[in-house]
């Protein structure tokens, strides 16, 4: 079913402007915050290519119509940002290259395969790391997390924000996938299960005894309709949005990692801005990013109830089996661990015990 989205951005001091989307498969959506901030100045026009992954109905699409809509009302649409969806301009890290070498303005992708610029943020990537959203969100805030952003400088990419990707649960089209826990983490032997382009998560599929292979996200699909793999891990949004669930029978809700994603301009186009519009692109970013989570948290629970209503069969694992599926991935801790850095692992998780102590 195809629903309206409507919106209304109040500009202060200017007219009222109803913004209408059409997009189908969403749950009763926060209307974006209104768009407050002053008119900058003329510092001349840009027209931004921005490729995404994720389909039109993901809060990941949505929340970058409303980046693109409060940088074309604060600059009386001297930016206008034109966001391409569904891996159109390309996948994450072919997007990633483009951004180095100016050939595209912005992207969005995951933090997992930008791990090969900057080390640290394979922190993100471990199993169970990050318990609650409340959690996540206070990390992705942290100092610690502006460090890695600030990491891409002179990469040739400039990192503007984190937003949420979200908690990544698997699906497949063999078999449900639930595991008595004195067996032991979960029975995914003998599965093919597609993984982001990431060492971390290769390790944590092949530690439970599957085989994992790494693909890029825009040609999963057809992957996974012709037979090439098995499953692959999403949180329940994209599994919706994307229409995964037509291919994909089981679901687990795994919750094992959660992943951010990490907003992106090429620095060629970053340098070509005005200091006020560079200004205006950070805040812009840092708004549409708070905007883009609360949309995903508003998402998640719905998603699995229409992917249930849609057909596809889903399991909820116990406690116990949650304990022992952590316990199975601790071999990754023991890996990647003394490569990330337990020191950041602990101040991660400091920040974590934080919040579960507010
Ligand atoms: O725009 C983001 C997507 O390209 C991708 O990162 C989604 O989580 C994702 C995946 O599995 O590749």
């Known amino acids: 079913m195809t629903a309206i989205w409507r919106c209304t951005l ?7 402007l109803t913004l209408g989307m059409a997009h189908a498969q969403s749950p009763d959506l926060s209307d974006p915050p209104a768009i407050d901030g002053e008119v900058v100045g003329d510092h001349g026009s840009h027209t931004l290519r921005m490729g995404i992954g994720l389909a039109e109905s993901s809060p990941q699409y949505l929340s970058s119509q409303y980046f693109a809509e409060i940088l074309d009302q604060r600059t009386e649409g001297r930016i206008t940002v034109n966001v ?31 791990t090969t610029y900057v080390d640290e943020l394979a922190v993100f990537d471990l199993p169970f790391l990050l318990p609650t959203r409340e959690a996540a969100v206070a990390v992705m805030q942290s100092d610690v997390a502006q460090g890695m952003l600030d990491a891409f400088d002179d990469t040739g990419i400039k990192a503007l924000t984190f937003s949420e990707n979200g908690y990544r649960q698997l699906s497949n089209s063999v078999r449900p996938v639930e595991t008595p826990e004195d067996v032991g983490g979960l029975d995914v032997s003998g599965l093919t299960i597609r993984t982001m382009e990431n060492p971390v998560h290769l390790s944590i599929w092949e530690t439970l005894g599957a085989n994992p292979t790494p693909m890029a996200f825009g040609e999963l699909f057809s992957a996974m309709e012709q037979g090439v793999v098995d ?37 060629r186009t970053w340098d070509g801005l005005a200091p006020e519009y560079q200004e205006l692109v950070q805040e812009a970013a840092r708004q549409s990013a708070d905007y883009e989570i609360q949309l995903s948290a508003e998402y998640d629970d719905w998603s699995r109830e229409q992917l249930v209503d849609r057909g596809m069969q889903i399991n909820r694992l116990s406690d116990d089996q949650v304990a022992a599926f952590q316990e199975a991935v601790q071999p990754v801790y023991d890996e990647w661990g003394p490569r990330i850095g337990e020191d950041l692992i602990a101040e991660v998780q400091a920040i974590v015990e934080e919040t579960m102590n507010e």
């Open 84 to 114: 391409f969806p569904n891996s159109q301009l390309g996948d994450d890290v072919q997007m990633m290259e483009m951004l180095q070498t100016g050939t595209l303005d912005m992207s969005y992708p995951s933090s997992s395969p930008a």
């Open 231 to 267: 499953g692959q891990e999403n949180p329940w949004s994209t599994i919706l949005t994307s229409n995964f669930y037509e291919v994909q029978d089981y679901g687990s809700e795994t919750r094992h990692v959660y992943t951010p994603f990490i907003m992106m301009m090429s620095e």
């Open 10 to 16: 109040t500009l202060a001091g200017a007219a009222t």
